[in-house]
């Protein structure tokens, strides 16, 4: 398998599963098209990353890719391009609930077959002050997240009480994955729910409707 993708984070997530898998770094245009609906958004780069990365697969492999934005009322929120929009940005979410999105694709290089699926996370944030905000657009962590946050940012944990797929919001819905693959003949060597929730210390509520197959997270 190749991962289309040069986060760090995903390739933790992956590695989860035990699949023996190679890294590629595609580079595709982000931009949202005009009028596009988030949804749709993440499953086209999540299709456009893997059949860029597939110019680097063997024809043996499996190219996953995946691609993550924050959602607050149907508006995508990138990546901040400065300190004072990731604080503006911070300031909006504040105690309030949005979505995260994450769209998959999977495409196997023999045959050309591409499968794809989205996780959508509801994350509830916390009413975090003014001055922890200030305090954590001036660590510089923000500037290069979507939505001007981390989830799993262990000072400024902007996140509380959530329950939908903490994986999803860190870059790579596990589960979905899993499913996925398992189309392609390639489950997990690896017991994917146990290890992803003790990997992320959570417990996930929604992953036996997950690998079911029902359309939940």
Wanted: charge should be negative; aromatic fraction near 6%; charged fraction near 25%.
């Amino acid at each position: 398998m190749l991962l289309a993708s040069s986060s760090p984070r995903r390739r933790r997530l992956l590695a989860l599963g035990d699949w023996t898998f190679g890294v590629a770094s595609p580079e595709i245009d982000e931009t949202p098209l005009p009028h596009e609906p988030p949804r749709d958004y993440v499953l086209r780069l999540a299709k456009w990353k893997a059949r860029a990365a597939a110019k680097a697969a063997t024809v043996e492999q499996i190219v996953l890719a995946a691609d993550t934005t924050v959602v607050d009322s149907n508006q995508i929120l990138g990546k901040p391009a400065d300190a004072s929009e990731a604080t503006e940005v911070l300031l909006r979410l504040r105690g309030r609930a949005h979505q995260v999105m994450t769209g998959i694709a999977a495409l196997r290089i023999a045959d050309d077959k591409l499968l794809t699926d989205v996780c959508i996370t509801d994350v509830p944030m916390r009413e975090y002050t003014d001055t922890e905000v200030a305090e954590y657009v001036r660590s510089g962590d923000p500037l290069d997240k979507a939505g001007s946050y981390a989830i799993h940012h262990p000072v400024f944990e902007p996140v509380r009480d959530l329950r939908g797929c903490y994986a999803s919001v860190m870059g790579l819905p596990m589960c979905h994955v899993a499913r996925l693959l398992k189309q392609f003949d390639l489950p997990p060597a690896a017991d994917v729910p146990s290890r992803c929730q003790a990997e992320l210390s959570y417990a996930c509520p929604i992953w036996p409707a997950v690998l079911r197959g029902e359309q939940v997270g």
